[in-house]
């Protein structure tokens, strides 16, 4: 009883988009509650609150994933933003919410979810929300959120699971490329020349050192 007479004494504050009957509420302890009807109207919510609270957080992040820090951080990150791009989180993405659209309700859910962010931003445009104060360094208006950018920085996010996360892609397209026979032959000659440590198992290599086949080099079967 006490939670619910907190949320109900917090109040909603719901934008405009919505389809049906959906609140915001806001308990006691600052936590924020979603009440739709709807499934859509979830996830749009979802994205607006997510976007009045952390716009420019996803804005870096977004930029971060398509490699265009550097266009309002500066030189600091013209490196970053090679690997971004080369590593192609932003090109991944855009081929994921290609193949999504078969997918009907994750489809539904990024795209509300976009929606909502959207109307966070138009909100922000026309004055009926504030402007993050980190946003003024932007050239130009926020640019309107996309299936795409979410799911370029799930790309981004997922990559940075690993501790090394450009080495394993580079590695990997390196032995699709090369077939594994041969990029086997090239990834064992490296310990030849470089600073690496040699490899501690497997069968010998070159100087009668065992060779490392990590599981993700093992051929196929």
């Not at 795209?111 to 109307?119: C, E, I, L, P």
Request: charged fraction near 20%; proline fraction near 9%; aromatic fraction near 8%.
């Amino acid at each position: 009883m006490l939670l619910l007479l907190s949320l109900l004494a917090c109040g909603g504050d719901e934008p405009a988009g919505l389809q049906a009957d959906a609140r915001i509420v806001t308990d006691a302890s600052g936590l924020r509650h979603i009440q739709a009807a709807t499934e859509r109207d979830l996830f749009y919510l979802q994205g607006y609150i997510t976007a009045r609270d952390r716009l420019w957080q996803m804005e870096l992040l977004r930029r971060r994933a398509w490699g265009r820090r550097a266009e309002v951080l500066g030189e600091a990150y013209y490196s970053s933003d090679l690997q971004s791009r080369a590593l192609g989180f932003g090109r991944w993405g855009e081929l994921t919410a290609e193949a999504i659209v078969a997918d009907p309700p994750i489809h539904r859910m990024l795209s509300a979810y976009a929606d909502g962010v959207n109307q966070l931003i138009a909100d922000v445009a026309s004055g009926a929300q504030p402007e993050a104060p980190q946003l003024g360094i932007l050239d130009g208006p926020i640019e309107p959120w996309r299936v795409e950018d979410t799911l370029a920085i799930e790309k981004l996010l997922t990559a940075g699971l690993s501790m090394r996360p450009d080495q394993d892609i580079i590695l990997g397209l390196a032995r699709t490329l090369l077939g594994q026979d041969l990029f086997t032959d090239l990834y064992q000659f490296a310990f030849l020349i470089g600073r690496t440590p040699p490899p501690t198992s497997g069968p010998p290599g070159p100087r009668g050192r065992p060779r490392r086949r990590p599981p993700w080099m093992a051929p196929p079967g």
